[in-house]
C-alpha cells in the first residue's frame, strides 16, 4: 500500500501569516496516463471533508485563491497565503493513482 | 446541487450485519464512480471501498475484504455497503463519496455521514 506522510501533526498559525504541509508518498502518484492523482481535503470541526485542491496543483470551484497545491512525484505541498479564521481544521492529503486509495494522517491547523 | 444522504447506521452486536445506504441526487448517478470512506472517532479518513460507474469493478480495504460488499443500483440512483461480521474497529462515520470522472480520479462531493457503532 502507499503509505501518505503528511508533516505537521498540528499547526498552530497567527492570523494572516502563511502555511505550509507537507505530503509524501512511499511511491510515485504518477499515473500511466500521465497525471498525478493527489489531492487536498480540508475538514473543519464537525463538518464533512471538502475538496481543495485535485490532481496536485487544481483548485476546485469556489475554493478561495489564497490555497494553492504543489509538488511531484512523490513530494507535495499545500500552502495557505494567508490564514483566515475559518481555514482552522484538518487538512488531509489523498492519493487514488494507486489501489489501495489512501490518506495522509491529517495536519491541524488552529489558531494561536 | 450535488446531494448525498446517507442511512442505516446504528448500534449493532460484534458479528453482526449492517446494509448502509447512499442517495444520491442532482447530477447523473450512473455516470459516476462512488466510494464510501470512514472515520473514527476522533480519527483520521479510511478509505472503505469503490465501485465503478457501471458497478462492474469493485475495489476493497483489506480492512473490509471478504466482509463487505459495494454494490449500486442506477435506476434507483442509490449506493450502498453490506457490512457482515461487524468489528468493534468497523465503529466508525460511514460517509458516502461521489468521484468526479466514471472511474476513481478523485472524490469531489461527499455526505454527511452515518454513524455505525459496534457494541454488546
Known amino acids: 500500500d502507499v503509505v501518505m506522510t503528511q508533516s505537521p501533526l498540528s499547526l498552530p498559525v497567527t492570523l494572516g501569516q502563511p502555511v505550509s504541509i507537507s505530503c509524501r508518498s512511499s511511491q510515485s502518484l504518477v499515473y500511466s496516463d500521465g497525471n498525478t492523482y493527489l489531492d487536498w481535503l480540508q475538514q473543519r470541526p464537525g463538518q464533512s471533508p471538502r475538496r481543495l485542491i485535485y490532481?496536485?496543483?487544481n483548485r476546485d470551484s469556489g475554493v478561495p485563491d489564497r490555497f494553492s497545491g504543489s509538488g511531484s512525484g512523490t513530494d507535495f505541498t499545500l500552502k495557505i497565503s494567508r490564514v483566515e479564521a475559518e481555514d482552522v481544521g484538518v487538512y488531509y492529503c489523498?492519493?487514488?493513482?494507486?489501489?489501495?486509495?489512501?490518506f495522509g494522517g491529517g495536519t491541524k491547523v488552529e489558531i494561536k | 446541487q450535488v446531494h448525498l444522504v446517507e442511512s442505516g447506521g446504528g448500534v449493532v452486536q460484534p458479528g453482526g450485519s449492517l446494509r448502509l445506504s447512499c442517495a444520491a441526487s442532482?447530477?447523473?448517478?450512473?455516470?459516476?464512480?462512488m466510494h464510501w470512506v470512514r472515520q473514527a472517532p476522533g480519527k483520521g479518513l479510511e478509505w472503505v471501498a469503490t465501485?465503478?460507474?457501471?458497478?462492474?469493478?469493485?475495489y476493497y480495504a483489506d480492512s473490509v475484504k471478504g466482509r463487505s460488499t459495494i454494490s449500486r443500483d442506477n435506476s434507483k440512483n442509490t449506493l450502498y455497503l453490506e457490512m457482515n461480521s461487524l468489528r468493534a474497529e468497523d465503529a466508525a462515520l460511514y460517509y458516502c463519496?461521489?468521484?468526479?470522472?466514471?472511474?476513481?480520479?478523485?472524490?469531489?462531493?461527499w455526505g454527511q455521514g452515518t454513524l455505525v457503532t459496534v457494541s454488546s
Open positions: 489523498m492519493q487514488l493513482t494507486h489501489w489501495p486509495l489512501t
Open positions: 463519496a461521489k468521484d468526479s470522472n466514471k472511474y476513481a480520479w478523485g472524490i469531489d462531493y
Open positions: 442532482g447530477f447523473t448517478f450512473s455516470t459516476y464512480g
Open positions: 490532481k496536485v496543483s
Open positions: 465501485v465503478l460507474y457501471d458497478g462492474n469493478n469493485k
